[in-house]
């Protein structure tokens, strides 16, 4: 594949890529410290709200990978500083989510709001949340409609891939119950196929055009649309979420290249 000539930054999925739950795909870990000893730029871009950047970077070196958390782009730091910077007014937010989602809105001093009958919300913010209850659908519920609160999204994925080749509610779920009983869709949803987060990589590497960079991702829907919305190259890997079979997608979305998993990639790269 010519492509590889010009490549100098790699932006690698992480679920269904690297990992599937806590167990290491064949040959990714590999794969990724060849890329480093190469010299290549490599970011993780994931969709996956629910850890933190200090929780990725534990998750990596188990794995016997060294990765800085700017290496470490996730929907959750990209939400908190899309909000950070888009809408001023928003003070006290309420969260349904894991421990990502609320440490990347900390970090910008956000006020974490529990209780959203007893205080005022300007924002909810929803991630893939696995202590999702009927009472943080409620609440969050009731700052969308008695609060006129933002809602926005971390990612729509319907699914989540399990270590065992199973799948799990993905963020997806918990926000199309949240739409149900409000009726209303998130104002923005951040994660792939939006390019909030290419952008952030791009904006710390301005010497690197589109065209040098590609997308490793298991799902065509976010991961590969994502790259084909901001123009750099995309490769499917087959080992995460399977959505080959659908050939509606696969007509309309297609990616440069398809590869069973992430360590066919060395091939390409001697
Ligand atoms: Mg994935």
Not at 33 to 44: H, I, M, P, S
Not at 65 to 74: D, G, S
Not at 119 to 146: A, E, P
Not at 216 to 244: A, F, K, M, P
């Amino acid at each position: 594949m010519l492509f590889f000539d010009k490549i100098k930054l790699f932006l690698l999925d992480c679920d269904g890529v690297i990992w599937r739950g806590n167990q290491a795909i064949e040959g990714s870990i590999e794969t990724i410290n060849y890329l480093y000893q190469k010299g290549y730029k490599v970011y993780f871009v994931t969709n996956n709200s629910t850890l933190t950047k200090e929780e990725y970077r534990k998750k990596f070196s188990v794995f016997g990978l060294n990765v800085r958390p700017e290496q470490i782009i996730t929907s959750a730091y990209t939400a908190a500083y899309y909000v950070h910077t888009t809408l001023p007014h928003v003070k006290n937010v309420y969260i349904i989510g894991e421990t990502g989602l609320v440490d990347a809105f900390r970090q910008y001093n956000y006020n974490i709001v529990e209780n959203t009958i007893e205080n005022r919300v300007d924002l909810v913010v929803v991630g893939m949340d696995r202590q999702f209850t009927y009472k943080k659908l409620y609440y969050g519920m009731h700052s969308i409609l008695y609060h006129h609160a933002n809602f926005i999204a971390t990612n729509l994925d319907p699914t989540f891939p399990l270590s065992n080749d199973r799948l799990a509610p993905g963020a997806g779920a918990m926000i199309a119950a949240l739409e149900r009983c409000t009726n209303m869709s998130p104002q923005i949803v951040i994660g792939k196929p939006n390019v909030f987060m290419l952008e952030l990589i791009f904006q710390q590497n301005p010497g690197i055009n589109p065209k040098d960079a590609v997308i490793i991702g298991d799902r065509l829907t976010t991961d590969i649309q994502c790259g084909i919305n901001y123009g750099i190259h995309t490769i499917l890997v087959e080992s995460g979420i399977d959505e080959r079979h659908n050939q509606n997608l696969e007509k309309t979305i297609k990616p440069d290249l398809i590869l069973g998993k992430l360590y066919d990639l060395i091939t390409y790269i001697k």
